[in-house]
């Protein structure tokens, strides 16, 4: 059973960069898609972006231009990079493992419990 | 983007009554050359992360219980609970997964009358 869990800081001031990274045990992270989704409190799903491998990555348009995703398969962990943080940015990000269904589609089958990440003065 | 609109917003439903939640897609999820609809519904609990009870629509993701179905093709699409159990309060999402972004619906409250 494969295990996913996030960890950062959970508390960052406006402008600084949002470093975050999801350790999976129980499997590879070889051969699966790997999603960072982010939640306000309160409020709905925004999918962040996904990672396959070092040359297949998606970001979403909305923050394409401050994500960075990357793994690293010799310590079984990807991770998540937000740059100029604003209040906007506060959420509990989520990663989460996708089970390819298609060559081309999958869909979440793990996920990580979540972290608070918290932008504030 | 493909903009998902779930209603309604909350429902209440008495145990053992049917729930029914909608969602519908900006532009057709169907993609052609495999004639499926591309479109997940999620279940949220209280505190926990979300989980996919269908995919392509209809295709029971394995261990969910079958008084779960999904339905509709193209841009309108609904998510049936055949009778409400109490462990089935949650919010619920559907989300789009035939390109990127992937996009979500705003999510139905699901509560016991």
């Known amino acids: 059973q494969v295990q996913l869990q996030e960890s950062g800081p959970g508390l960052l001031k406006p402008s600084e960069t949002l470093s975050l990274t999801c350790s999976v045990s129980?499997?590879?992270?070889?051969?699966?898609?790997w999603n960072w989704i982010r939640q306000p409190a309160g409020k709905g799903l925004e999918w962040i972006g996904r990672l396959y491998s070092s040359v297949n990555i998606r970001y979403s348009p909305s923050l394409q231009s401050r994500v960075t995703m990357s793994a690293d398969t010799t310590k079984n962990q990807f991770s998540l990079k937000l740059t100029s943080v604003t209040a906007a940015d506060t959420a509990v990000y989520y990663c989460?493992?996708?089970?390819?269904?298609?060559?081309?589609?999958?869909?979440?089958?793990?996920w990580g419990q979540g972290t608070l990440v918290t932008v504030s003065s | 983007d493909i903009v998902m609109t779930q209603s309604p917003d909350s429902l209440a439903v008495s145990l053992g009554e049917r729930a029914t939640i909608n969602c519908k897609s900006s532009?057709?999820?169907?993609?052609?050359?495999?004639?499926?609809?591309?479109l997940v519904w999620l279940q949220q609990k209280p505190g926990q992360p979300p989980k996919v009870l269908i995919y392509w629509a209809s295709t029971r993701e394995s261990g969910v219980p079958d008084r779960f179905s999904g339905s509709g093709s193209g841009t309108d699409f609904t998510l049936t609970i055949s009778s409400l159990q109490a462990e089935d309060v949650a919010v619920y999402y559907c989300q789009q997964h035939l390109t990127t972004p992937l996009t979500f619906g705003g999510g139905t409250k699901v509560e016991i009358k």
């Open positions: 989460a493992r996708g089970r390819p269904i298609t060559e081309y589609s999958y869909i979440y089958d793990s």
């Open positions: 532009q057709s999820v169907l993609y052609s050359s495999d004639n499926k609809s591309y």
């Open positions: 129980g499997g590879s992270i070889s051969g699966y898609y």
